[in-house]
């Protein structure tokens, strides 16, 4: 390696770490002040950098939320995918990793529930989170349905629909409660009422 590849390979490294660094306290303030409570400016300060080094990385606040969205599904994993795990097995083990991620819970309650409104720049990616943890469940829950492994009159569609709910709710209150809830007990409770 000469000397000139490794003068490149510096900036840009450092360029990238500043980056993350940057995306890292964005990801803590709207995880505890939401994307509208939080401006450029204290993402700024807190990344120890100033207004305009955070704009040569990030333009805008929305390409800002854009990362930080791409950064929780990178720390969570996405939804659980089948393999040598039940489907049920791989819902409650991704909440108990969810539980596990400082921050993850926050954020994604916090930014879910302001990309109601319809200027929100992360409605778009939790309407197709949604769309897709629906759909992936609702397969899962018919091809255990075909197996005769789902419940008599348990429509997967409902099902699936369900557990997003109850994932979703639980989690919230694990949040104000994390010492009394139990979301991944709470799942499996619901699971095993549905899949025998």
Avoid: C
């Avoid at 807190?46 to 854009?66: R, T, Y």
């Avoid at 929780?72 to 409650?92: A, K, M, N, T, W």
Wanted: net charge negative.
């Amino acid at each position: 390696m000469t000397e000139q590849s490794i003068r490149r390979r510096g900036p840009y490294a450092k360029s990238a770490e500043r980056r993350q660094q940057i995306v890292d306290e964005a990801y803590r303030l709207f995880a505890t002040r939401g994307f509208h409570g939080s401006s450029l400016r204290e993402i700024a300060a807190a990344a120890g950098i100033s207004l305009g080094n955070l704009q040569h990385h990030f333009v805008s606040k929305d390409d800002l939320l854009v990362a930080v969205l791409a950064r929780r599904d990178e720390l969570g994993g996405g939804p659980p995918e089948p393999g040598d795990r039940s489907f049920g097995d791989h819902i409650v083990a991704q909440a108990e990793r969810n539980e596990a991620i400082p921050g993850l819970i926050a954020l994604y309650s916090v930014l879910s529930a302001e990309a109601v409104t319809a200027d929100h720049p992360g409605r778009d990616y939790f309407l197709g989170r949604y769309d897709q943890l629906r759909a992936e469940y609702a397969g899962e829950l018919a091809a255990l349905r075909d197996a005769g492994r789902l419940h008599e009159g348990v429509e997967p569609e409902v099902a699936a629909a369900t557990i997003v709910a109850l994932w979703e709710g639980i989690q919230l209150q694990w949040l104000y409660a994390p010492d009394t809830i139990d979301a991944a007990r709470t799942l499996r409770a619901y699971l095993d009422l549905i899949i025998t």
